[in-house]
């Protein structure tokens, strides 16, 4: 059986300030811990997986390739971030494809749930930038999306006036550390865990006034999901590729199917300015699902793939109800 062998009320140190660590810290201090949140990077956080995510809240459009485990941890989610940034924008989710793609957009409305279907003038109606562009599209209305780098830090500031403590440039160890350890450094943790991997995800960032959209859109591609992401200043987000290797850059290649994809969307992208190129190393075991591992007072959580600001949340609300009640997760916890 699993167990802890710190007191609940313990102070819990929480290592990395991405995704995973900035949840695990904020409903820890909530609850009433003593928490402190160490980062061996600076506020910016440039170094974070997180700094280069898409921020796709989708937990149904994940349906089509991800595990049972990962549509019931994000749905979760989903309520928890509505509880705790009521401003998360939750204005839903598009899937759309060319014809040379339609069987696998059929294949894609078979293997989810929670969309209904839009003909063409419905799509207009909801996004009028897209009009004439599409058949018809895949609507999945309850699903959001954030933008990373600006809600990373309104995460951070939540965490401080929960009465936790953040220590940024602080390169710790769980060795360095008393009371609860929760680890969430990603790829840096196979010094422990060594069955973790990178797997690489590209995007590129460009900035157009010609388009206005109100919510992600899914292109359908032959070989990984392509989405165009809206934010704040006319900008958009093109990602993001799922390559198993772990240099970092974006590849010509891979530049020019998300390029293109952003054209095949709308042929004003052609026209829009490229603002950054860049690629986070998203942190997986063999298996692509996430991972919270207990070895007494240490508990890691990792492996998080290309889910991390989806599932985040849950994991976090597990591992309380785990130190709190000593409640289990069989899908997700394991003794290490």
């Known amino acids: ?157 939540r965490i401080k006036a929960a009465g936790g403590t953040i220590k940024f440039s602080s390169d710790v160890t769980a060795a360095d550390l008393d009371g609860i350890v929760i680890d969430c450094r990603g790829l840096s943790a196979r010094d422990e865990q060594s069955e973790l991997r990178g797997v690489k995800g590209e995007m590129i960032l460009i900035e157009t006034s010609e388009v206005q959209l109100s919510r992600p859109v899914r292109l359908i591609h032959p070989r990984w999901p392509l989405y165009v992401i809206p934010r704040e200043g006319n900008l958009f987000m093109l990602g993001a590729t799922s390559i198993e290797a772990e240099d970092t850059g974006v590849s010509v290649r891979s530049a020019l199917e998300l390029l293109g994809a952003a054209y095949a969307v709308h042929p004003a992208f052609g026209e829009a300015r490229i603002v950054e190129f860049g690629s986070g190393l998203r942190p997986a075991f063999p298996d692509n699902l996430p991972r919270i591992g207990i070895r007494g007072g240490q508990i890691s959580v990792n492996g998080l793939y290309r889910h991390g600001f989806l599932i985040a949340p849950a994991l976090a609300e597990l591992t309380l109800s785990f130190v709190q009640r000593g409640q289990i997760d069989n899908e997700v916890m394991q003794c290490l």
């Open 1 to 157: 059986m699993l167990q802890t062998t710190k007191r609940p009320d313990s102070p819990v140190s929480i290592i990395g300030a991405g995704i995973a660590g900035a949840w695990q810290a904020l409903l820890f201090a909530q609850a009433g811990h003593a928490v402190t949140l160490h980062e061996r990077g600076d506020a910016a956080m440039t170094d974070s997986t997180s700094h280069w995510a898409g921020g796709m809240l989708a937990p149904w459009c994940e349906a089509e390739v991800a595990e049972p485990i990962i549509s019931r941890l994000g749905q979760r989610s989903l309520d928890i971030w509505r509880r705790e940034l009521p401003d998360t924008p939750f204005n839903g989710s598009l899937v759309v494809a060319h014809p040379r793609e339609r069987n696998d957009f059929e294949r894609f409305a078979r293997m989810t749930e929670g969309h209904r279907r839009l003909d063409a003038a419905a799509l207009a109606e909801l996004e009028p930038s897209l009009e004439g562009r599409f058949r018809d599209a895949l609507f999945f209305p309850t699903e959001g999306h954030v933008e990373p780098r600006r809600v990373l830090p309104k995460l951070h500031e």
